[in-house]
């Protein structure tokens, strides 16, 4: 049976810049620290950076940038939109943030165990990943899709293909994962597999000055549905 496996997600809000933002974020942050339940965060004069090791995620504050980063297990990540809506939801509450910009990245696993979908994904390394066709040997093969803006906003681009399990640290920051927590998440992948990264955003309109919080909040859960159909149905179309 095919599994979809869920392994990374970023929420990102960009706001506006404000100089306000620097005499709030250091007491927000340290607010958010304890919500989170951690001891590990970093400041410098422009930004401020919370990390839970245990949860594999951190939170981001900047003048013009508010994320969430998340690579922590499936149980966490299915969970992890709904959580970081309420981090940062708090973030731009308690600082007056004014939202300009959503964003959310999803990157997935899909681990196929029948011999037509295994076939499909040595194929896709024999014909495009050959050092006969490209030159050199490679450990993921992809094609893009590029999403055009919409008039409400919203744009996007998702990368599918195949990847060897090692090509995934490419995905992993150094700020909130240890060594050896980047090393069992690449070893709880499969061997080979099909993967999924979705990037979408959507920006004011000029009809509104802002992104209220409400529909950031929803623009992000609709999102992340939409980013789960899409593997599924990426899935279904691998079995034909």
């Known amino acids: 049976m095919a599994t979809i496996l869920p392994v990374k997600t970023i929420l990102e809000y960009r706001v506006k810049p404000s100089l306000s933002f620097y005499s709030a974020y250091h007491g927000v942050g340290k607010e958010l620290q304890s919500l989170m339940n951690t001891n590990d965060w970093a400041c410098a004069t422009h930004t401020l950076e919370v990390r839970d090791f245990k949860k594999r995620y951190r939170l981001g504050l900047a003048f013009n940038r508010f994320f969430v980063e998340l690579d922590g297990d499936e149980s966490q990540q299915r969970i992890a939109v709904s959580h970081a809506t309420k981090l940062l939801g708090q973030a731009v509450e308690k600082m007056s943030s004014e939202i300009i910009q959503v964003g959310l990245r999803q990157f997935f696993a899909l681990e196929v165990d029948g011999a037509k979908e295994a076939q ?8 495009f990943g050959s050092p006969e066709f490209i030159g050199v040997n490679v450990d993921d093969v992809s094609y893009t899709f590029e999403i055009d803006p919409r008039p409400d906003g919203m744009r996007g681009r998702v990368i599918c293909g195949a990847m060897a399990r090692g090509q ?73």
């Open 168 to 240: 995934w640290v490419q995905f992993a920051p150094s700020s909130h994962l240890k060594p050896l927590e980047i090393e069992n998440i690449v070893q709880s992948l499969p061997e080979e597999f099909l993967f999924l990264d979705s990037d979408f955003i959507k920006v004011k309109s000029d009809d509104d000055a802002v992104i209220k919080l409400n529909d950031a909040v929803e623009f992000a859960q609709g999102q992340e549905k939409e980013n789960i159909s899409r593997a599924r149905r990426l899935l279904r179309q691998v079995k034909g």
């Open 120 to 127: 499909l994904v040595k194929k896709l390394f024999k014909i």
